[in-house]
């Protein structure tokens, strides 16, 4: 089977998959605090929050959590005894997950962010044709924020 894959120009991902390693962080611990901040995230990001759930640690004050939405999810675990969290954000449809980065960068006042965009999927035409990525057009792009 030969699949075509689209024009460079023409690719309209079904999802934009954005990690985010977060650096010399504060306010990495309360979970009422990081449920706030993800909450905060959907919303900056025109996203549909369907379940929230966090688990707080009581060993070190941690939390990992993950925000279910309509778009995809949102998932964060932090670790305050080394000042680092990661995030995993997935969206989908017209939610813009990289408008999640301002939101974390005032919560957590990270010294260092290293961000990793995955287009995933393929790509839909204007008349609703799928086709799927070739993997030279999965390839990550990375950036410090």
């Known amino acids: 089977m030969n699949i075509s894959s689209p024009k460079p120009e023409l690719i309209n991902p079904l999802g934009q998959h954005i990690t985010i390693d977060i650096f010399d962080a504060s306010n990495l611990i309360g979970e009422k605090r990081i449920e706030q901040m993800m909450i905060d ?33 949102i998932s ?39 961000v990793n965009t995955l287009t995933r999927g393929g790509s839909v035409s204007g008349t609703g044709e799928f086709q799927p990525l070739l993997h030279t057009q999965l390839q990550p792009t990375q950036k410090l924020a």
Not at 51 to 62: A, I, Q, R, V, Y
Not at 83 to 109: H, R, W
């Open 76 to 114: 964060i675990h932090t670790w305050p005894e080394y000042n680092f969290a990661a995030m995993d954000i997935f969206m989908c449809g017209d939610a813009k997950p990289e408008l999640c980065l301002p939101v974390i960068k005032l919560y957590f006042q990270p010294k260092k962010m290293v």
């Open 41 to 73: 995230c959907a919303n900056a990001a025109n996203a549909t929050i369907l379940k929230t759930h966090l688990h707080p640690f009581e060993t070190n004050g941690g939390v990992s959590g993950m925000i279910i939405l309509a778009e995809s999810h």
